[in-house]
């Protein structure tokens, strides 16, 4: 029962490089959501898709884009990366039909620029 | 813009005993929904139990269970007979019954069974 993949698990940057986190799901969700998570804070939304073809900016977009590259697969990309950037980030997806439906959360991304 | 205040960024507690762990959120919706959510040392976030705003009952789930007051905007979680298991970082969350399905977390409370 896979639920949420995120790929990498482990990544270190260099400041001004670029990569992309991949994230899958195979629970028919039709949302789909990155966050970050720093020390001493919860997780803050970067990016959401509420369905296939639409994305719409959380609370802390810049420096990211993301592309919903189908129904499935929601990815989040860094074009130059930052040491601000340096942070854990989780994908996470959840039914459409009423918040009410949980929010089910990928293992993290561990991400440091140096 | 919802707020979720997790004023314990610590507690501790003896196995077998009972905990709760404070929430309090303020909001101008009457409908919305509360979550907790638990983060081991793996960090994987695992949800613990929800919430409806419009049900009065507390909801519960085997050894956790809420008490949530509308009024007050208040959302504790209880957890009984502790275990070394339940030792993990606990957020709080928010989110609107519609449009926006934002997500709205706490700072968390680190929670440490003492054997």
């Known amino acids: 029962n896979a639920g949420v993949t995120q790929t990498p698990k482990f990544q270190v940057l260099k400041t001004g490089q670029s990569m992309t986190l991949q994230c899958a799901q195979d629970m028919n969700h039709n949302s789909m959501y990155w966050y970050r998570q720093d020390p001493g804070m919860g997780l803050r939304l970067i990016y959401y898709s509420a369905s296939e073809g639409t994305t719409d900016k959380g609370e802390v977009p810049n420096g990211y884009n993301v592309s919903r590259l189908n129904k499935r697969e929601f990815s989040l990309r860094l074009e130059s990366a930052a040491p601000s950037q340096t942070s854990v980030y989780f994908c996470?997806?959840?039914?459409?039909?009423?918040?009410?439906?949980?929010?089910?959360f990928g293992e993290g991304s561990w991400l440091t620029v140096v | 813009a919802q707020t979720v205040t997790q004023s314990q960024p610590e507690m501790s507690v003896q196995e077998a005993e009972t905990v709760t762990l404070s929430c309090t959120y303020d909001t101008s919706e009457s409908d919305y929904y509360l979550f907790w959510y638990k983060q081991p040392p793996s960090r994987q976030m695992i949800l613990v139990i929800r919430?409806?705003?419009?049900?009065?009952q507390n909801a519960t789930e085997n050894r956790f269970s809420v008490n949530f007051q509308k009024a007050a905007k208040s959302f504790s979680l209880k957890i009984s007979d502790s275990q070394l298991g339940d030792a993990a970082m606990y957020f709080c969350a928010y989110r609107s019954a519609g449009g926006n399905e934002k997500l709205t977390f706490g700072t968390g409370t680190r929670l440490t069974i003492i054997p």
């Open positions: 919430q409806e705003a419009y049900k009065q």
């Open positions: 996470a997806s959840s039914r459409w039909g009423g918040n009410y439906n949980p929010i089910y």
